[in-house]
């Protein structure tokens, strides 16, 4: 009997230990306060007098980014145009609606740890608002093999957790290595905050330590680290899916950003009330810039004045500006845009369905009567007509839950039909949203030549909201070396 009951002592204490690990909102706010407290106390003034003229095309989060720190610094010297293609704002940050509901077809979550982004929602009042999951209640998750749930998680917490450990047991060592990950990546905030900068994205990993991560596919990384099978399989694929599009087949960076987003870092998911475009709008929109909607940029063209370079933009609209500088803020590799130098465009940009769905599951398509997860991972599997399935928001109009459904195909009505019991309304938006992001040798530069940036450089090792940001901040940084060089020449 008293082996028994220190057995079950020892047993309370390690779902103490899993809570623990999972759960540490404070810890990140706590930090986002020091953030707030540290930030931009370096010598950013240029003398007076000082006046460029900084073209910067696309309008998505990293552009924005770049226009929200600049501001920021030096905002009396610097005259900003911000061209975008489209009639409105936010790249691939985009909101509709659905039954009266409301949905985030591009980028969707924030993590507390995005400090860049928060720094812009808190700058600009808007309000973080918790995720919506529908209006069902039940199971948290499901993983699925497109024949059965592997495992299907308990309504209860202490259970679930329970669940979780008995079946993929290496979680409190992987929450280790993520939360160990994201104390590296948090060094490039108090480097930026204090005017550093990189030139390309192998000298950002390698300055924090990360450029190994980069360099490894997460298969391999993860079983050197000991993590067990079923955890890489089931667990951390079904994550990379639902926020890639891909398999653990990408770099192990990649994961551990996307887990510490899952929550194995502690911390907390939000949103921006109202839509996370709000963030981009708010900059661009708000701020005092010259904001082009509906010109596309198709040609850039350099030319040298006074032995200094300068930038000559040809838009769709007939019309010829000069610049002092430009920030490229949209990926190369999905435009014709003409550059003055050479820079390889050979990135495969993954094709991605997000398919949002007012109506009721059908339990039986996924092998079961009833009790049907509000989340569904997938694991590998090329026959899985979708990535994942999730309830994301609620349709008041109809009284029903919108689900979201990510494929790497438009899912035809037919099949939506099986998945679906009740269908009221389906709307689907097509993104090429995400880099193949497996390891890679070669990346293009953030500083492309004298007084040319390429925010877009990021993409290449994993993809989210705040990297963009991180990258819009650091092109605002090379920007002021760029600036302070040209004055001491």
């Known amino acids: 009997m008293k082996k028994l009951l220190v057995g079950f002592f020892l047993f309370l204490i390690l779902i103490v230990g899993i809570r623990f690990f999972f759960f540490q909102e404070e810890e990140a706010t706590d930090r986002f306060a020091e953030y707030l407290a540290s930030k931009d106390k370096y010598d950013r003034s240029l003398p007076q007098g000082i006046s460029v003229k900084i073209a910067v095309v696309g309008s998505g989060i990293s552009s924005a980014s770049t226009v929200f720190f600049l501001n920021n610094t030096i905002k009396d010297h610097v005259k900003i145009t911000v061209y975008e293609k489209n009639k409105t704002v936010g790249g691939r940050m985009k909101i509709d609606s659905l039954g009266g509901g409301h949905l985030e077809q591009g980028g969707t979550l924030l993590h507390s740890s995005n400090y860049f982004l928060r720094d812009i929602i808190q700058h600009y009042n808007l309000e973080e608002i918790e995720p919506h999951r529908g209006k069902q209640k039940g199971s948290p998750l499901g993983i699925w093999d497109g024949e059965k749930f592997r495992i299907q998680l308990s309504a209860n917490s202490t259970i679930a957790d329970l669940q979780l450990l008995w079946r993929y047991q290496s979680l409190p060592a992987l929450s280790k290595i993520v939360k160990s990950t994201l104390v ?26 990360l450029y190994e991560l980069t360099q490894v596919d997460s298969y391999t990384y993860f079983e050197e680290q000991g993590i067990s099978k079923p955890t890489v399989e089931e667990f951390i694929n079904g994550i990379s899916r639902v926020n890639y599009a891909q398999d653990a087949k990408v770099n192990a960076l990649t994961n551990l950003i996307s887990l510490a987003g899952g929550g ?97 599951v059908n339990p039986s398509y996924f092998g ?122």
């Not at 609209?317 to 920030?327: A, L």
């Not at 909201?465 to 004055?487: T, W």
């Open 368 to 489: 079961i009567e009833e009790g049907m997860p509000n989340y569904v991972f997938t694991v590998e599997n090329k026959s899985l007509p979708f990535y994942s399935l999730a309830a994301v928001s609620y349709a008041p109009d109809w009284d029903l839950s919108i689900y979201k459904l990510f494929s790497p195909k438009e899912l035809p009505k037919s099949l939506l039909d099986s998945i679906f019991i009740e269908r009221k309304g389906t709307k689907t938006q097509y993104w090429k949203a995400y880099t193949r992001l497996e390891p890679m040798k070669e990346w293009p530069p953030f500083k492309l030549a004298d007084g040319l940036f390429y925010t877009n450089a990021m993409e290449s090792s994993f993809s989210s909201m705040e990297g963009q940001a991180v990258a819009g901040k650091n092109v605002a940084n090379l920007i002021i070396q760029y600036l302070k060089k040209r004055i001491e020449e």
């Open 184 to 209: 590296e990546w948090e060094q490039l905030y108090p480097f930026l905050n204090n005017g550093g900068a990189f030139d390309t994205p192998e000298d950002f990993y390698k300055k924090l330590g």
């Open 264 to 360: 194995l870092a502690g911390g907390y998911l939000a949103s921006v009330k109202g839509g996370n475009d709000q963030m981009a709008k708010k900059v661009l929109e708000e701020s005092s810039i010259n904001l082009r909607l509906n010109h596309e940029v198709l040609d850039i063209r350099e030319f040298l004045e006074e032995d200094r370079p300068q930038y000559l933009i040809a838009d769709s609209q007939g019309k010829t500006d000069t610049f002092d500088i430009v920030v490229i803020a949209c990926p190369l590799d999905l435009t014709t845009m003409n550059i003055p130098i050479q820079v390889k465009r050979d990135r495969h940009y993954m094709d991605n369905y997000a398919t949002f769905v007012a109506g009721k």
